[in-house]
DNA sequence: CCGTTTTCTTGACTTGTGTCAATGAGACTG
DNA sequence: CAGTCTCATTGACACAAGTCAAGAAAACGG
């Protein structure tokens, strides 16, 4: 449960370019050179390590390569919210940019790498490369349509609504990522889940076993193999 | 109920550079000469108007100038969920940048002006200005951080501490412009709040007089008194 | 390997909040 | 002004999901 210091670990990024990232990039040819300039580290986190806290200073973004990360804040109750679940190809840390400040924890939930993107020289970069500039944009844009999406989510809908589209979505955004098993991995704890959809723990446990008594899903554990996916859907309406 | 066509109002915005759009601008003298090319239309909306409406191709985003309105999808199954709350000063349309089509609806709850920022331009101006540009990811990563935040209230709590965390949230939003009064105007509807707060319209009433019983806040319509702050700000925790 | 801790499951019970239904209060219209 | 609509309030009731509690199953650590 140790907190990544940046710095510490400055073995250059190679491969980790814009087009790594899974970014909506249109970058082409030399503008990729200049882009290698903007990614400085890449590093691993364990299971529960940190790669930032709540009130940390802001140096950039972090583009996640491997595994998965949570986000959670807390609230004023000092109650943790789960506030995501960033796969691999995803971006962490958007929402710091405007405070300089972290207002929310970043949690490992597996071994994960990240590269870091310092976003000043994402910025000065940004404005020498109009295209840059776009997947930026595009970027940033995604995340709000994301949690708008989460917001969705939590709306008036019962618990089995909402576990149903949880494992919906968590399938698709792993077969965007070219993983077309029905077995899915949730990387994430059942108090994480059941914190993310507002749910009681127990409440997660119970809708699993639903699911599975209905013969929609296995699961095993933190292996969910989803065995009708047009039913699940339909409960996930 | 219809939609503002772009285009239709051609009326020049003269008052409407980003200084007066309560953005956290860093722009100065001349700068602001070039912002004004950004600004195209400043046209008014009444209520019930849509600003635009899902599916609309995306042409820029609009600063709200005076009034309110509110942000609204279709979840899967057909329902309504309100996303947010939008104030003068405050931006709405961000969501739509990377797929260039909106994802939901933007509705005037009242009389409401609007200013139009055609997002091109505005990326192109952004590549000239670093300010700008500095502003424009700012005032995206504020937006995550906002919807962040509605999320940690949509977490397991009470219908009482959502309301009260709505109210005390408004409250410091109309603060910040500078409205100090006690009474806080509700522009949206209890379906709206209830909408907004994944609550049955019902229990918003319930919750209102509930609240009313306590001698916390007084209500009349759509004007709400708050009588005790910090009891109301306990109830928020 | 066994003891300890954490995580998950399952059951019994309670309660908050949704649903249904009826009524009241304004706003708008002809 | 009565008639129609929409919006808000209030009450009665039911049920989904939270809480409490106990036990099972992994995970961890020496």
Redesign the pocket.
């Known amino acids: 449960m140790t907190t990544v210091r940046l710095g510490k670990i400055k073995n250059a990024c190679q491969n980790c370019g814009v087009r790594q990232l899974c970014l909506p990039t249109s970058l082409d040819g030399n503008e990729f050179n200049l882009m290698d300039e903007v990614v400085t580290h890449r590093f691993k986190l364990q299971?529960g390590d940190h790669l930032y806290k709540t009130g940390d200073e802001f140096h950039g973004i972090y583009a996640v390569k491997s595994g998965a990360l949570k986000t959670s804040g807390v609230t004023i109750d000092g109650r943790e919210q789960v506030t995501g679940f960033h796969l691999y190809g995803e971006i962490v840390g958007l929402d710091a940019v405007d405070e300089k400040i972290h207002p929310c924890d970043a949690i490992a939930l597996t071994d994960t790498e990240v590269c870091h993107l310092p976003f000043k020289k994402l910025r000065e970069a940004s404005a020498k490369l109009p295209n840059l500039l776009e997947d930026l944009t595009k970027i940033m844009s995604r995340e709000i349509r994301r949690e708008e999406h989460v917001l969705m989510l939590l709306g008036?809908?019962?618990?089995?609504?909402?576990i149903a589209r949880f494992l919906v979505n968590l399938y698709e955004r792993l077969q965007k990522r070219g993983e077309l098993e029905n077995t899915i991995t949730?990387f994430?704890?059942?108090?994480?889940?059941?914190n993310y959809?507002?749910?009681?723990?127990?409440?997660?446990?119970?809708?699993?076993?639903s699911l599975?008594d209905k013969g929609i899903i296995n699961?095993?554990?933190?292996k969910v193999e989803i065995l009708a996916m047009e039913e699940l859907k339909t409960l996930a309406l």
Do not use: H, N, P, Y
Request: net charge positive; proline share 0%.
């Open positions: 299971a008036t809908t019962t618990a089995e609504q909402r949730l994430m704890s059942r108090q994480d889940i059941g959809l507002g749910l009681a723990i127990e409440t997660v446990s119970r809708q699993f076993k599975r699961v095993d554990k933190k």
